[in-house]
């Protein structure tokens, strides 16, 4: 078993297994901290699994597997899948990066005009329409970097991005997550984002 807190070569093997599939965790460091758990998480999920971020035997029989998620996306874009709760950078049809998120977690809340809301993500077929290449505060909290697809809502970074649903309504990464976005430029103005 290997979990937070753990080093050394084999989770070195377990660092380069998940990126082969496309499991983003920064570097591979050969310790298994926030990134790296956050990999798992996504890869749990992918696979059905318990979303512990622990990798024991269920965990390492989907890493063997291979397991990746298969995007409805045709071409290039961004699906957010609210079942799963995981963002996929899809490239020609192919998962190329795949990312823990927390989405939406349907509870009330007072929406920045006062009024009682549910916190929902939308579904549909979306474009980036809007950028904020650093904090962009609202009434609802900071948001790290976000790349806005409809109307309020956005994929965004947060210290906070736990297993499950958990946000108003965006689609939270890591802070490094969406650096790495903005860095490779994945998500510029007029991307295709998919939620579902």
Same mark, same amino acid.
């Given at each position: ?16 297994? =998940? ?5 983003? =965790? ?5 310790? @298994? ?27 390492? *029989? ?30 020609? !049809? ?9 989405? !939406? ?7 920045? *005009? ?11 077929? @979306?474009?980036? @329409? ?9 009434? =609802? ?7 806005? @697809?409809?109307? !309020? ?12 649903? *958990? ?18 430029? =994945? ?10």
């Amino acid at each position: 078993m290997l979990r937070y807190g753990d080093s050394g070569p084999e989770v070195r093997a377990l660092q380069h297994r =998940l990126v082969e599939l496309g499991y983003w =965790l920064g570097h591979r460091d050969s310790s @298994f901290g926030p990134l790296t758990q956050q990999a798992v998480f996504a890869l749990q999920k992918t696979a059905g699994l318990e979303r512990d971020g622990i990798v024991g035997p269920r965990t390492r *029989a989907a890493l063997e597997e291979g397991v990746r998620p298969d995007p409805r996306i045709d071409g290039n874009g961004v699906e957010i899948d609210l079942d799963r709760q995981i963002l996929i950078v899809v490239r020609r !049809g192919n998962p190329y990066i795949v990312l823990n998120t927390s989405t !939406g977690n349907g509870e009330e809340y007072t929406s920045s *005009a006062g009024n009682p809301a549910i916190a929902t993500t939308p579904t549909g077929s @979306f474009e980036v @329409f809007r950028q904020v290449d650093g904090q962009d505060d609202s009434a =609802l909290g900071e948001l790290w970097r976000p790349k806005y @697809f409809y109307r !309020g809502w956005a994929v965004h970074g947060s210290p906070s991005v736990p297993p499950y649903p *958990a946000s108003h309504g965006c689609a939270r990464l890591t802070d490094d997550a969406i650096d790495m976005i903005w860095r490779r430029d =994945l998500m510029p103005i007029g991307s295709d984002v998919l939620v579902h």
